[in-house]
């Protein structure tokens, strides 16, 4: 089953990055690889019941298993130890990831109050990483249920050489910019 962005992305996007450019083949048009979700949980050093809350809304959100991230190293500052859950993430690729995205443009970036657009500042290697502040954007979480706001970071990999044609991607995809480039 092929979804509108992924139809999108061949019919229209391939085209018009082709002609602005002017690649020679296909094959050089930069695509969007994966999207990854990632959430940092510093409280689930205390309390451990939040990695499972936080991998569920997560797992709702994406329609995959989301996974813990662990730490690397004891920090004793901040009560870390080793190899201890402090986070979760999900990668998404193919299919799961045009109809993630999708929703994130139509339905859950519309729903963000005062929205103006996102900032247009990409990482350097024609990536782009979005931070979201609340978790109850997205229409899947279940607003009575929430106990405690999480935010996350979604970052989009493409397979862009330069920020320019990253840019120009993520925007023919529909990510609502604001007008400032950078």
Do not use: C, H, W
Not at 118 to 139: A, H, M, V
Request: hydrophobic share 40%; net charge positive; no cysteine.
């Amino acid at each position: 089953m092929e979804t509108t962005l992924s139809k999108d992305y061949k019919d229209r996007i391939v085209p018009a990055l082709t002609k602005e450019f002017g690649y020679t083949t296909v094959m050089q048009v930069p695509r969007l690889e994966k999207i990854v979700i990632n959430q940092g949980i510093g409280e689930a050093t205390q309390d451990k019941k939040l990695i499972d809350i936080a991998i569920n809304e997560l797992t709702a959100i994406t329609g995959q298993k989301a996974v813990p991230t662990l730490s690397r190293k004891d920090i004793s500052n901040f009560k870390v130890r080793k190899k201890m859950p402090i986070g979760v993430r999900v990668t998404l690729r193919r299919e799961r990831m045009y109809e993630f995205l999708e929703r994130l443009i139509r339905v859950a970036l519309p729903r963000i109050r005062d929205f103006k657009g996102i900032q247009g500042k990409l990482d350097g290697r024609g990536n782009y990483t979005l931070g979201i502040t609340e978790q109850i954007i997205f229409p899947e979480i279940n607003i009575d249920n929430i106990n405690k706001l999480m935010g996350m970071n979604i970052t989009f990999v493409t397979s862009a050489n330069s920020d320019e044609e990253g840019y120009a991607l993520l925007k023919a995809f529909g990510l609502p910019f604001k007008n400032e480039k950078k």
